[in-house]
Antibody, heavy 122, light 107 residues
Framework: EVQLLESGGGLVQPGGSLRLSCAAS????????MGWVRQAPGKGLEWVSI????????FYANSVKGRFIISRDNSKSTLYLQMNSLRAEDTAVYFC???????????????WGQGTTVIVSS | DIQMTQSPSTLSASVGDRVTITCRAS??????LAWYQHKRGKAPNLLIY???SLQSGVPSRFSGSGSGTEFTLTISSLQPDDSATYYC?????????FGQGTKVEIK
């Protein structure tokens, strides 16, 4: 079955760290650009970060630049998001996404995980 | 960053109605635009990519049009299962952005 399965969410204090994982299955992971999109409570979707298939091209939203690190292990078909210096405004459901259709710069996401919830609170 | 503005924010329509959602970009994005359907508690679902290409498996009552800065998503005959929030997304830059969403309710 083709799927993305996120894990690693939870409750963390402001200033703390958390690492999210996304296990991919059912497709050739190394062939795809992967990323993260989040949705804060009561808000819309917000793009967070993407990483190219070879791990070379990495881009971040300004809101997380310098605090979050995206990475991937193609041998394990797994995507990661290391989140440091967490703030209350990082509270959200984090979705792992696969880029299916690209402009050559970035793309549309043809596959989404179910999401993992991160709550930043003291 | 390129700003995406959707209208309306919410709409209520009857089963069988034709529904149109508009998305405007703050600068030209050619046709690098996608539409997603998001139901509460579920993963968002890609409906349209490259402004007008229907994603595999998506019902043909969904269609997209536009280029440059103005885009529309049309549902030709609204069905009960279409109750959801719809988002546009531009991917013409290294900082993709989403619209704020349009909540579609069934009367």
């Amino acid at each position: 079955e083709v799927q993305l399965l996120e894990s690693g969410g939870g409750l963390v204090q402001p200033g703390g760290s958390l690492r999210l994982s996304c296990a991919a299955s059912g497709f050739t992971f190394i062939n795809y650009v992967m990323g993260w999109v989040r949705q804060a409570p009561g808000k819309g979707l917000e793009w967070v970060s993407i990483i190219r298939s070879d791990g070379d091209g990495i881009f971040y939203a300004n809101s997380v630049k310098g605090r979050f690190i995206i990475s991937r292990d193609n041998s394990k078909s797994t995507l990661y998001l290391q989140m440091n210096s967490l703030r209350a405004e990082d509270t959200a459901v984090y979705f792992c996404v696969r880029e299916g259709y690209s402009s050559g710069i970035c793309g549309a996401y043809d596959m989404w995980g179910q999401g993992t919830t991160v709550i930043v609170s003291s | 960053d390129i700003q995406m503005t959707q209208s309306p924010s919410t709409l209520s329509a009857s089963v069988g109605d034709r529904v149109t959602i508009t998305c405007r970009a703050s600068q030209s994005i050619s046709n690098w635009l996608a539409w997603y359907q998001h139901k509460r508690g579920k993963a968002p679902n890609l409906l349209i990519y490259r402004a007008s290409s229907l994603q595999s498996g998506v019902p043909s009552r969904f269609s997209g049009s536009g280029s440059g800065t103005e885009f529309t998503l049309t549902i030709s005959s609204l069905q009960p299962d279409d109750s959801a929030t719809y988002y546009c997304q531009q991917y013409n830059s290294y900082s993709p952005t989403f619209g704020q969403g349009t909540k579609v309710e069934i009367k």
